[in-house]
């Protein structure tokens, strides 16, 4: 079974650019998290998603991040405009919260973003 | 006071030993429990779940449970260098799907 996708798994861009980070999830999962990993802060939740609706963006830093889930197999991360303290390496991750099934969490392998 | 508290390590063992890492958490209400096995550059892999007091198995690994002490745990049995890794704690609390994660501690496996 294909695990959790996210593209690119590498950006490059300039202060100012606008950044779109994607994933799908595992088929079949209800849940969908975005997480940033840092040196300074460790991995940070970002927002999740439950059933495509957004539960809690309580960890967006700032109206600069936006995510959409349009459907139950793709997601999107947006930063507009970037920073270099954006600079991080962003994690989606996935869970079947059905019942029967436990909370676990598969992550995806991360986008690593540089902004400079 | 951090929610989910790991020794940043580095840990360092002998191949063949016993690699004992400890997570605490402030959450008493708590109910689900993880570890995760980070290697550098790449993403954190589920190794364990727990979700009731006492010990669980799978193959090498063994989690540990006390939650009257708010104290979790992970044994590596018959470490080995490939074992070498960050490994993450991560708290899921009552009524939430969020997971707070520790900041992990850093194992070394010396050949």
């Known amino acids: 079974d294909a695990g959790v996708i996210q593209s690119p798994r590498h950006e490059v861009t300039e202060m100012g650019q606008e950044v779109t980070l994607r994933c799908k999830p595992i088929?079949?999962?209800?849940?969908l998290f975005w997480y940033r990993q840092t040196m300074m802060r460790g991995l940070e939740l970002l927002i999740y998603f439950n059933n495509n609706v957004p539960i809690d963006d309580s960890g967006m830093p700032e109206d600069r991040f936006s995510a959409k889930m349009p459907n139950a197999s793709f997601s999107t991360l947006k930063i507009q405009p970037s920073e270099p303290r954006d600079s991080a390496v962003y994690f989606c991750?996935?869970?079947?919260?059905?019942?029967?099934?436990?909370?676990?969490?598969?992550f995806g392998p991360g986008t690593r973003l540089t902004v400079t | 006071q951090k929610e989910v508290e790991q020794n940043s390590g580095p840990l360092s063992v002998p191949e063949g030993a016993i690699a004992s890492l400890n997570c605490t958490y402030s959450d008493r209400v708590s109910q689900s429990f993880f570890w995760y096995r980070q290697y550098s550059g790449k993403s954190p892999e589920l190794i364990m779940s727990i979700y009731s007091n006492g010990d669980k198995e799978d193959g090498r690994f063994t989690a540990q449970l006390n939650k009257a002490s708010q104290y979790v745990s992970l044994l590596i049995r018959d470490s080995q260098p490939s074992d070498s890794a960050t490994y993450l704690c991560a708290v899921k609390g009552a009524g939430t799907y969020k997971y707070i994660f520790g900041t992990g501690t850093r194992l070394k496996v010396l050949a």
């Open positions: 088929s079949g999962h209800n849940s």
């Open positions: 991750a996935s869970s079947d919260r059905r019942a029967g099934f436990s909370y676990e969490q598969y």
